[in-house]
């Protein structure tokens, strides 16, 4: 988003998040540098930013539903279309002037078109070449690098493109490494020819999605944007739940976890929706860490929730061969687990601090939301039908949806999209993908030197042996990796290196692929909300006017259950719903359901009265036994609880709090 107007008023007396207040767009720019573009729309660059951005939208749409150029070179095109975004829009530093272009990123822009031109017109000499290479071929490889590198650098910060730089001096040098570690090393202008002429370099896999169903996506989700889908959710939210106990905060769940799921990006969730559901929380009574916990938990875990699920589902496909419904159908349970515990939470502790919800007076009526705006919901049923009763493939559903879309939001004067709106969804799609594009493009960079030197399968080996060949300590370890790597990058790179690096260690010890794809995909996510670095939490503190590392350190514990689901669904993917019986998935979910509930009360410390410190120990130990699927822990665990709870009964009774009101 670009506009720093104050949020606007809907009919139903709401703001909408449509449009960011000059505070919260400042917040948005210090904690995400995705969103640090220059202000294009008031300069010159408004008509040339709308043609390449539409132009761009289009090709895609186009390629998806037609017959298009060579993998290569529809890699090329997207890469260097992207890369010139980048340059226009994103400024080198944030201290350069926001409204002009300097004469260098104009050179950076003519640089990135002319690696897709030179790729089109040289491609029957690559693809004949059979690995040898001319001096210009050196020379253009070495432009696409440092222009990917100097574009991450500037959308994901220095932690990335160090990285890159790190990899290809281990490409280089690695004749002089210690033990396993060590290649054949190879010369730069290999790898720079690499990087250039296969679809192992920067033309990756990765690269490779990002050009296809990532981009088609995010087109769907600017086009859901601009007919008032954000709006929609939040109060159809707020209708819901508003008037429940704690009701905000519950919205905050409800609408974060909905647009989440569909715009893919943690921060950028937190701010749009949390300008409008923070107040609201803090004016009920919950406390500023808490309310921006609130909403960093339920944003990052959007990205948990099908039908898309950020971008990483869609790699997480393509490098696993599967199709991408098979991810969405055992991505539900965790995820609902996820927003269950969260949820439970939020409720509790409005029980705790004897907090109401919203007056009805103030919250609009369901089916006056629906009446509005609910035909909203016919692309979104649209979209699951095709996905996955159809038999269509993935890009045809993708781009029928965007127009099925557009009709369906001329159908009511409050979504109806003007010329130039569609215009306007279509340049802002192309403008979203870019930070996505460059992150896959120069994570193709490392990926490519770690196929190159094998260090994937010697890291893999090195990852067992220093767990000791045992299960649960590779897991904890790779848990950490997953969350570290995630502190400084964003989670599309930290996914695809914890993918190459770490996830095939969980292989060898007879992890099931999807399985462990998905273990990494969930601490990668969870890096935004873990201190120190957890971005997410700092942007709802920052709207809050909360503590930022006291905001992480709650919202952590409001996501404790997805810091234990994966671990459960590694030991027994009947979680996932995963070669086992329905009956037995259907007892797992249930048992698992209520270990999240009850872990809720432990968290919270509040079951009708407050719950002693032993108690809420007793009741933690036995979540987990629930949440461990097996009939043994299952019996141990109602035993558990039941003596737990009958505990609790009595503590609440002498409180003068035994009632199911005060739940």
């Known amino acids: 988003m670009n506009s720093t107007a104050s949020p606007k008023s809907t009919s139903d007396g709401f703001s909408s998040t449509d449009e960011l207040s000059e505070d919260a767009q400042e917040l948005l720019e210090d ?100 690995g040898r290479f001319d001096t210009i071929d050196v020379v253009f490889g070495a432009l696409l690098v440092f222009v990917v590198l100097e574009a991450a650098r500037r959308l994901t910060g220095w932690a990335l493109p160090i990285l890159a730089v790190l990899f290809i001096v281990y490409g280089i040098y690695g004749r002089m490494m210690p033990g396993a570690f060590k290649h054949r090393g190879y010369d730069l202008d290999r790898i720079l020819n690499f990087m250039l002429s296969t679809n192992e370099g920067v033309f990756s896999t990765a690269i490779g999605v990002s050009s296809t169903y990532i981009f088609l996506f995010i087109l769907f989700g600017a086009v859901l944007a601009k007919s008032g889908m954000g709006e929609f959710f939040n109060n159809l939210a707020m209708a819901v739940a508003g008037q429940t106990r704690g009701g905000p905060a519950k919205v905050s769940v409800i609408a974060s976890g909905f647009l989440g799921s569909i715009n893919g990006s943690a921060i950028a969730n937190v701010v749009t929706t949390g300008a409008f559901t923070i107040p609201l929380m803090k004016r009920i009574g919950y406390r500023p860490n808490f309310a921006g916990a609130v909403e960093a938990s339920a944003s990052v875990g959007g990205q948990l929730l099908p039908p898309i699920m950020g971008a990483a589902a869609f790699i997480m496909a393509e490098t696993l061969g599967i199709p991408y419904q098979q991810i969405a159908l055992v ?30 007076d103030n919250i609009p009526a369901v089916l006056s939301v629906l009446k509005e705006r609910g035909h909203l919901l016919i692309p979104l049923a649209y979209l699951l039908f095709m996905l996955f009763f159809s038999g269509r493939t993935i890009l045809f559903s993708a781009v029928t949806t965007v127009i099925v879309t557009i009709i369906v939001a001329q159908l009511r004067k409050t979504t109806r999209m003007s010329v130039k709106d569609i215009l306007e969804s279509l340049r802002d799609g192309a403008i979203t993908a870019v930070s996505v594009a460059v992150a896959c493009a120069c994570v193709g960079i490392i990926v490519g030197i770690a196929t190159l030197t094998g260090l994937g399968v010697k890291l893999a080996g090195a990852i067992v042996a220093i767990g000791g060949g045992l299960l649960l300590p590779t897991l904890i370890m790779t848990a950490l990796a997953c969350i570290i790597l995630g502190m400084g990058l964003p989670s599309i790179p930290a ?11 969980l292989g060898e010890l007879g992890v099931e692929p999807l399985v462990a794809h998905l273990f990494v995909f969930y601490f990668g996510l969870f890096a935004n909300i873990t201190p120190p670095v957890a971005l997410a939490a700092f942007a709802g503190a920052g709207l809050a006017g909360g503590d930022p590392m006291k ?30 019986p329905i009956p037995e998935a259907v007892w797992i979910t249930v048992t698992a359901a209520i270990g999240v509930l009850v872990l809720a009360v432990a968290a919270e410390g509040m079951f009708m009265a407050p719950v002693p410190l032993a108690l809420r120990i007793v009741l933690a130990a036995g979540a987990i036994l629930l949440i461990v699927p097996g009939s043994i822990s299952d019996f141990v665990a109602f035993g558990v609880l039941a003596a737990g709870f009958a505990v609790q009964l009595v503590v609440a009774a002498k409180k003068q709090r035994l009632s199911i009101r005060n739940i």
């Not at 004469?103 to 491609?123: E, N, R, T």
């Not at 991505?331 to 919800?357: E, F, N, S, W």
């Not at 409001?558 to 070669?579: D, E, K, R, S, T």
Request: charged share 10%.
């Open 31 to 130: 904690l995400d540098r995705e969103s640090r573009t220059r202000p294009y729309q008031d300069t010159w660059l408004k008509t040339p930013v709308l043609i390449v951005g539409v132009l761009l939208s289009l090709y895609h749409m186009y390629i998806a539903l037609f017959s298009g150029p060579p993998q290569l070179v529809h890699r090329a095109i997207h890469v260097s279309a992207i890369l010139v975004l980048c340059f226009a829009l994103y400024r080198p530093t944030r201290k350069q002037g926001k409204a002009t272009v300097p004469w260098y990123d104009w050179i950076l822009v003519a640089i990135s078109a002319s690696i897709a031109v030179y790729i089109a017109q040289q491609y029957s000499q690559i693809v004949s070449a059979g």
């Open 331 to 360: 991505a539900i349970m965790p995820a609902l687990l996820y927003y269950l515990g969260i949820i439970a939470q939020v409720h509790l502790r409005a029980t705790r601090d004897g907090l109401k919800g919203i007056s009805k």
């Open 495 to 505: 996914y695809i290196i914890t993918a190459t690096m770490a996830a095939p260690a």
């Open 551 to 580: 905001t992480g350190f709650a919202a952590m514990k409001l996501a404790v259950a997805g810091y234990i689901v994966p671990f459960i669904f590694v030991y027994n993917p009947g979680l996932l719903w995963q070669n086992v």
